[in-house]
């Protein structure tokens, strides 16, 4: 675990005034298209960063006054299921363990008392996981929230892994290797699963650098680490989140 105390930052210094010769360049809230109604700007970012949150690839979840849930990306509920370390509950954010209740606890508060950044890993055996407890700055003298971020569990997603293949024009068998190598299994390993030879495998991880430009199983499994996120065009189908916990908070601040 490590902690993390907000850097100091430099003293501002004075800038004398000049002249104005051009128009301000506005702010990103008073950028809006001329056909859009005053009272409908509000709404229409909270549905941006809300979808925003929503194509990270990473589980976030925003936290205000304590343990109290603000927001929830749909990372974060697929990752947050019965063998996460951590659950969501009454509206709350819990540790499902009696033992890392304390420390998740006193990092929210550290985060949000003082700024500090931690980082903690839950759970035990095969259930543990690891998660970024992330202070945000309050507008002013406001109160600041917290954004925990949840761990991955796979170093490459399967539909990262099918874009991938489909770019450099990989086979099926070559990229049903990819995702062993990805997932970390050895070759002879891999052999065994897909039923061929280990000479087989080793042709095809030939083919497989030769294709992608990779000069190691490791650098080729990095290429495929390093990609944008993936996600499934359909997966929400233009259906309203019955989870609005962004909205909400951004309609009650001033």
């Avoid at 925003?62 to 929830?72: A, C, P, S, T």
């Avoid at 998740?104 to 996981?129: F, P, S, W």
């Amino acid at each position: 675990m490590f902690d993390t105390a907000p850097a100091q930052r430099p003293a501002l210094r004075t800038v004398p005034s000049m002249p104005q010769t051009t128009p301000p360049i506005p702010s990103v809230s008073a950028v809006r298209h001329p056909s859009v109604a005053e009272d409908s700007v509000a709404p229409t970012i909270r549905h941006w960063l809300a979808a925003a949150l929503d194509e990270l690839d990473y589980g976030i979840v925003l936290l205000f006054d304590d343990m109290r849930v603000v927001h929830v990306n749909e990372a974060a509920l697929a990752e947050l299921d019965e063998c996460h370390p951590l659950q969501l509950a009454g509206g709350e954010l819990r540790a499902r363990l009696a033992r890392d209740v304390a420390p998740l606890h006193e990092a929210v508060t550290a985060a949000g008392n003082r700024g500090i950044r931690k980082l903690l890993t839950l759970g035990k055996d095969g259930q543990r996981g690891s998660i970024s407890v992330v202070p945000l700055e309050g507008a002013e003298s406001g109160p600041r929230a917290v954004l925990v971020v949840l761990g991955k569990r796979e170093v490459c997603e399967s539909l990262s892994v099918q874009g991938f293949a489909r770019s450099y024009g990989l086979t099926g068998a070559e990229t049903r290797v990819l995702m062993a190598l990805c997932d970390g299994t050895p070759p002879t390993k891999t052999a065994q699963l897909l039923g061929v030879a280990v000479s087989t495998i080793r042709s095809q991880i030939g083919s497989l650098r030769q294709k992608t430009g990779a000069e190691s199983i490791r650098a080729l499994v990095r290429q495929v680490a390093v990609l944008p996120p993936v996600k499934k065009a359909l997966r929400r189908n233009g259906s309203t989140r019955s989870h609005g916990w962004l909205p909400t908070l951004m309609h009650s601040a001033p």
